[in-house]
């Protein structure tokens, strides 16, 4: 059964950087998209990154535009997300996902949490 499996999370001080690491176990599949997801407590999930593999094209959410980047290599099912200048409001689980036409794979989550 195909898993994704993230690391990379960790706890950072305002203004600090993390990158992210996603990636595909047991298997192969097949996807059009993988991207990045965060809950914070109290929260709903949100879309942060996600990248399309038909032509590399992508997407980051409104709060994250110039901060965080999104990359990956679809033959090796990887996707990563490098995240800087971050601040308190970033503080979430972060979740990798996977799909075609809906987001059918998800990873467990890592923790990110940040310091002011």
């Known amino acids: 059964q195909v898993q994704l499996v993230e690391s990379g999370g960790g706890l950072v001080q305002a203004g600090g950087s993390l990158r992210l690491s996603c990636a595909a176990s047991?298997?192969?599949?097949?996807?059009?998209?993988m991207g990045w997801f965060r809950q914070a407590p109290g929260k709903e999930r949100e879309l942060v990154a996600r990248i399309r593999w038909s032509d590399g094209s992508t997407y980051y959410a409104d709060s994250v535009k110039g901060r965080f980047t999104i990359s990956g290599d679809n033959a090796k099912k990887t996707v990563y997300l490098q995240m800087n200048s971050l601040n308190p409001a970033d503080t979430a689980v972060y979740c990798c996902?996977?799909?075609?036409?809906?987001?059918?794979?998800w990873g467990q989550g890592t923790q990110v949490t940040v310091s002011s």
């Open positions: 047991g298997g192969t599949f097949s996807s059009y998209f």
């Open positions: 996902a996977a799909g075609r036409y809906s987001w059918a794979l």
